[in-house]
């Protein structure tokens, strides 16, 4: 099956950091990405789609020059929370959405805390 | 607007059978993902229905009714492992997912 690998799986770094999440798909290329966050008990929050080569579309509420996502190619997107703050805390996770279905391939999660 | 609706919270007995419901109303439908997630991990991909009518796999069954804008996820001889929450989500006409809250199954001995 689509394999997505993110890195790093847990991130620690002190409030006004800056902290770059990768997300690959390993054995296919992702034509769209999606970025999620989910704080503990509640559900997935959708962040933002980015198609490769092109800019993210970000969800209502999610702060585009916080949040900086880039997919450069057709199997890396990046998401770099700049200036963190404790808030910021959270699991982020990236799914990958090949060009032969509509299922999305989830990556194991990044887990942020920023102290 | 766009709802999805499953229950918070279930708990069933370790070999039994449980039926997690879930009502969607979105713009557009493009077919009724189940993925399970366990605690502090991503979510993992269980089923796809577009068409109406059930889809078996191994212990676990999933059903779509369009019409009725209704599917249920079966769990079939519930073993410990089976612990976790199930994430109901709509494919939208945007192909978007939109994503149920979640229902956390307890399984008890």
């Known amino acids: 099956g689509a394999v997505v690998s993110q890195h790093p799986s847990r991130v620690i770094c002190k409030s006004g950091t800056s902290v770059k999440i990768e997300c690959r798909s390993l054995?296919?290329?992702?034509?769209?990405m999606f970025w999620y966050r989910q704080f503990p008990k509640q559900s997935l929050m959708l962040m933002a789609t980015?198609?490769?080569?092109?800019?993210?579309?970000?969800e209502q509420g999610v702060e585009k020059d916080k949040f900086l996502i880039n997919h450069a190619s057709l199997t890396l997107s990046t998401l770099t929370v700049t200036s963190a703050h404790p808030e910021d805390s959270s699991f982020y996770i990236c799914?990958?959405?090949?060009?032969?279905?509509?299922?999305?391939?989830f990556g194991p999660g990044t887990r942020l805390t920023v102290t | 607007g766009q709802n999805i609706d499953q229950p918070t919270e279930m708990t069933a007995t370790e070999g039994a059978i449980v039926q997690i419901n879930c009502t969607y109303q979105?713009?557009?439908?493009?077919?009724l993902f189940w993925y399970q997630q366990h605690a502090g991990e991503a979510p993992t991909f269980l089923s796809y229905?577009?068409l109406d009518g059930l889809e078996e796999k191994g212990r676990f069954s999933s059903f779509l009714s369009r019409s009725k804008g209704y599917s249920y996820l079966l769990l079939k001889e519930l073993q410990m492992k089976d612990s976790a929450s199930y994430l109901c989500?709509?494919?939208?006409?945007?192909?978007?997912?939109?994503w149920g809250a979640g229902t956390k199954l307890i399984i008890k001995p």
């Open positions: 989500a709509s494919l939208d006409s945007n192909y978007q997912l939109i």
């Open positions: 979105t713009s557009g439908f493009n077919g």
């Open positions: 980015s198609n490769e080569g092109s800019k993210a579309t970000y």
């Open positions: 799914s990958a959405r090949g060009q032969k279905d509509y299922e999305q391939y």
């Open positions: 054995d296919f290329q992702a034509t769209t």
């Open positions: 229905n577009v």
